[in-house]
């Protein structure tokens, strides 16, 4: 109607807007119907009908908006609102259902729309594989205030929790840990998990971590999350059975700094053979003989810096070990690899590319092929020596002969009333108090004497020796240790060689000043200590600090030998010559009660340094060349003798 008043009348249009058409700060919107309500030229009301699409739900799942203004009732309304069953293909979550406080707004900010979500409710997990069947289930998923927005950051979980089994190819599982997962630019829902698919203790038990990713992208100038991928994380497989049992893990890795992309994986095996019954009137009186031996296998494989590379390291253990002539077969190791290289051994099998027996594995191109063989025997009519070899050869990639390394050990354990004339030593000892050895042993020790019949003395020795053809190097090292009444006489020392001709370096040393030899008793409250070193080359790095007991005792810092020395050498570090030192430490302590407790304690030290070095050019004092023809000598000798009595509160 068209007056004198003005115009008049409902106006009203379809389909203005199209999903593909609308966007509001990258979600995708429609107007599907449009009303205008207008009096004398005056809007008196508007409505608008459509649909906005969520960026984490599937493309043809939308939520129906309503906008309203009535000027009659001052009222202005836009609500959306929220339907069951909608999927989010991101997360491969289905039947996704809403609980009350879940909204969808829209704030008109600066003549903007600005939608976005805070939803709360529940899914199904469901990721099934190319022919249908179900990788994982998890129905009862929670979630709490999934946030959506048009901004930065455009997801995130609050909480998600658990309230049904959840399945992994069709076995119910334990949950470990459930959460919300970032990296990069995905998000996703991890699960770290525990099954057991016998239901039983002695059955096979499983352990698997994973993460369900989903990524933002922009298509048609709209957001969208979509399914990125499944990463599996650490798995582990074992099982436990009569007379056998199995371990298995699997570690895949990505992105690593130094090991790049791939997986590890490592499996052990034990199988014992329980011993048999004699048959009748076989004149056997013992019968079959039990037998039992273990494997262990890992396995690395991976790329990184635009190379691949592998390795594979198995060690196998029997006993009772097989008889061969002269000596018995307990165990065999061996391996194979390439473009890495084995830079540690002793080293914690937790860690990434570790084996089983504590070999590190690292990558290194410059490496062809690497094959590694060893034995472990022991010698036939007694337990008490054992020892084992291993040999590796390294390849590069023509073909030639890049490195050769040993390694050899011996290990002898003798039972303490095995040992020759220790009776006589300890009785020479004890002769006042007429004393046998386990006598001694108990009173010195603390223990009751049952707790000495299985006392063992046992002394090791490992020798190495590597050639190295590229790098012109020889190292060789020998490395001991011995333990006599199970830790009452302790010792050990490493002696080493090396001869670099590619960086002109030489040595030859029977321990350090940081790492000397040493032989150490402890007699109950007496403790002492011998120790000694001898260094040779032209490698030693500088003169040996002050002992860190009498810088402490002087309050002074434990280098301030050194310091004093650099500070007037500029900086000496490294020099040729020969340095030596030897020391004792005693000490004791007690506490007894002599109507009152007493305490006491006695501290000596005593040693000395020694040595002369000769330094490069570059070294000066006070700007000319010190010592005769830069030839410096030293020698230090310290005695420390440190006694405290009195009362004490408690012994």
């Given at each position: 109607l068209i007056d004198r008043?003005?115009?008049?009348?409902?106006?009203?249009?379809?389909?203005?807007?199209?999903?593909?058409?609308?966007?509001?700060?990258k979600w995708a919107f429609s107007v599907d119907k449009f009303e205008l309500n207008v009096l004398k030229s005056s809007l008196v009301g508007m409505k608008i009908l459509g649909r906005v699409e969520l960026p984490v739900a599937k493309e043809t799942q939308t939520l129906a908006y309503t906008g309203e203004f009535n000027k009659m009732k001052n009222r202005y309304a836009l609500t959306v609102g929220l339907v069951d069953d909608l999927q989010f293909p991101a997360f491969s979550a289905v039947d996704v259902t809403f609980t009350a406080g879940s909204f969808v707004r829209i704030d008109i900010i600066d003549e903007e729309f600005y939608p976005s979500a805070n939803l709360s409710g529940s899914l199904r997990l469901l990721k099934v594989d190319s022919s249908g069947k179900k990788d994982i289930e998890a129905p009862g998923l929670i979630f709490e205030e999934l946030a959506l927005s048009s901004f930065a950051p455009h997801i995130n979980f609050r909480k998600l929790s658990l309230s049904a089994s959840v399945h992994i190819k069709g076995t119910p599982v334990t949950i470990k840990e459930l959460g919300f997962t970032k990296k990069d630019d995905l998000v996703g829902i991890y699960l770290s998990v525990d099954c057991n698919l016998d239901g039983d203790s002695s059955g096979i038990q499983?352990?698997?971590?994973?993460?369900?990713?989903g990524k933002l992208v922009e298509t048609n100038d709209k957001h969208k999350f979509k399914f990125d991928h499944l990463d599996l994380k650490d798995g582990a497989l074992g099982g436990k059975f009569p007379g056998f049992e199995f371990y298995g893990s699997f570690r895949p890795f990505e992105g690593n700094a130094e090991f790049g992309t791939g997986f590890e994986a490592k499996l052990k095996l034990a199988v014992q053979m329980k011993p048999g019954k004699p048959e009748a009137g076989s004149g056997d009186s013992e019968g079959k003989k039990g037998f039992s031996f273990e494997i262990d296998a890992f396995g690395i494989f991976g790329g990184v810096n635009d190379y691949r590379y592998w390795a594979v390291d198995v060690n196998t253990d029997f006993t009772p070990c097989i008889t061969l002539s002269a000596l018995s077969v307990c165990g065999f190791s061996g391996g194979a690899y390439r473009r890495m290289a084995i830079t540690e051994t002793g080293a914690d099998p937790s860690q990434l590319g570790v084996s089983m027996r504590g070999n590190q594995y690292k990558p290194k191109q410059n490496v062809g092929l690497g094959i590694r063989a060893g034995v472990r025997v022991q010698f036939s009519g007694t337990k008490?020596?054992?020892?084992?070899?291993?040999?590796?050869?390294?390849?590069?990639d023509n073909g030639s002969l890049q490195q050769v390394f040993f390694e050899g050990s011996v290990e002898f354990q003798v039972p303490m009333d095995k040992v020759p004339g220790l009776n006589k030593v300890v009785g020479a000892i004890s002769k006042y108090a007429d004393l046998s050895v386990d006598k001694v042993v108990t009173a010195l020790k603390g223990k009751n004497e049952s707790d000495i019949v299985g006392c063992q003395n046992t002394a090791k020795a490992t020798a190495t020796i590597m050639l190295n053809f590229e790098e012109k190097r020889f190292t060789s090292a020998l490395v001991f240790t011995i333990s006599l009444y199970n830790g009452l006489l302790v010792g050990s020392g490493k002696a080493d060689i090396l001869a670099d001709f590619k960086k002109n370096e030489f040595h030859f040393n029977i321990g350090t000043y940081s790492d000397r030899v040493y032989l150490a008793a402890k007699l109950g409250n007496f403790k002492a200590e011998v120790n000694t070193y001898t260094m040779l080359g032209n490698d030693i790095s500088g003169f040996p600090p002050l002992k860190p007991e009498i810088a402490s005792f002087l309050n002074l810092p434990d280098n301030k030998i050194e310091l004093d020395a650099r500070s007037h050498q500029q900086n000496i570090e490294?020099?040729?010559?020969?340095?030596?030192?030897?020391?004792?430490?005693?000490?004791?302590?007690?506490?007894?009660?002599?109507?009152?407790?007493?305490?006491?304690?006695?501290?000596?030290?005593?040693?000395?340094?020694?040595?002369?070095?000769k330094f490069d050019d570059s070294k000066r004092c006070n700007g000319e060349k010190f010592g005769i023809d830069n030839w410096y000598n030293m020698a230090r000798f310290y005695l420390l003798l440190n006694m405290e009595v009195g009362r004490h509160k408690k012994c």
């Open positions: 008043t003005g115009v008049s009348g409902a106006f009203a249009a379809i389909n203005v807007l199209t999903l593909e058409e609308g966007r509001m700060q499983a352990s698997l971590g994973c993460s369900i990713y008490s020596l054992s020892g084992s070899a291993m040999f590796q050869f390294q390849f590069s490294t020099g040729s010559g020969m340095l030596f030192g030897a020391g004792v430490k005693i000490n004791y302590e007690d506490c007894k009660w002599f109507g009152v407790n007493i305490r006491a304690k006695v501290d000596f030290l005593a040693g000395f340094d020694a040595g002369f070095l």
